[in-house]
């Protein structure tokens, strides 16, 4: 199956600044990246994704940027907040397979 | 008001005991997958099935067997626990392939 590295796996910055996290696939059939966050204690959730046919998909703080020659996509968030702060796994699916996700990246925004 | 139940919500067992994870989801979804999430491996895929079909399974103990009765149902079986099964296990669905997946809120598991 695919297999997905995300980096880094721990990430902290300061409120107000930006946080990206980077991500490369294997499967060159795969055409879907979605980005979850995941709260403590709680279910994953999807915060944004983006297909294939895309390059860059931007909503409010939340970029995806999607080079498909290098297999690699990143999350930029902008503008960090405390409330940012939490688990982040990104994760890419093709035809006829589940999505795999990364190790995650537990990011601190720090007042 | 959740849409995929899983039950039970926190799961105490003894090793060598077998349990089933419940998963039901009313989104009307005709995916559904099994993941687990553990300190070793986050978010570790297991189990996809359509339709009640087994799509693709990256679990290579032959201790974890789903189980679809119904449409919307996948439960997961769990034979000869061990310690090392210890995990929160998600069940998940979603309206087809490369769209986005829901995550029911898990089963915390603890093997002692």
């Known amino acids: 199956g695919e297999q997905v590295e995300q980096l880094p796996s721990i990430l902290r910055v300061q409120e107000g600044s930006s946080a990206s996290i980077n991500c490369s696939y294997e499967d060159s059939a795969s055409n879907y990246f979605p980005w979850y966050k995941q709260e403590p204690g709680e279910n994953p959730k999807l915060i944004i994704d983006i297909r294939s046919n895309m390059e860059r998909k931007q909503i409010q703080e939340l970029i995806v940027l999607l080079d498909k020659k290098a297999k690699r996509f990143s999350l930029h968030i902008t503008d960090t907040q405390p409330g940012d702060s939490a688990m982040y796994f990104c994760a890419a699916s093709g035809n006829n397979n589940a999505p795999r996700f990364g190790a995650g990246t537990k990011l601190s925004v720090k007042p | 008001d959740p849409k995929i139940i899983q039950k039970p919500k926190y799961l105490v067992a003894v090793t060598g005991s077998e349990k089933i994870l419940i998963c039901e989801q009313y989104?009307?979804?005709?995916?559904m997958y099994w993941y687990r999430q553990s300190a070793k491996k986050p978010l570790e895929f297991m189990f996809s099935y359509s339709y009640q079909k087994l799509m693709d399974n990256q679990t290579a103990s032959s201790r974890f067997q789903p189980q679809s009765s119904k449409k919307n149902h996948l439960d997961l079986q769990i034979t000869a626990l061990k310690p090392d099964d210890s995990a929160t296990y998600f069940c998940?669905?979603?309206?087809?392939?490369?769209?986005?997946?829901?995550f029911g809120k898990g089963t915390r598991l603890t093997v002692v």
């Open positions: 989104l009307g979804h005709n995916a």
């Open positions: 998940a669905s979603s309206q087809g392939e490369s769209t986005e997946v829901f």
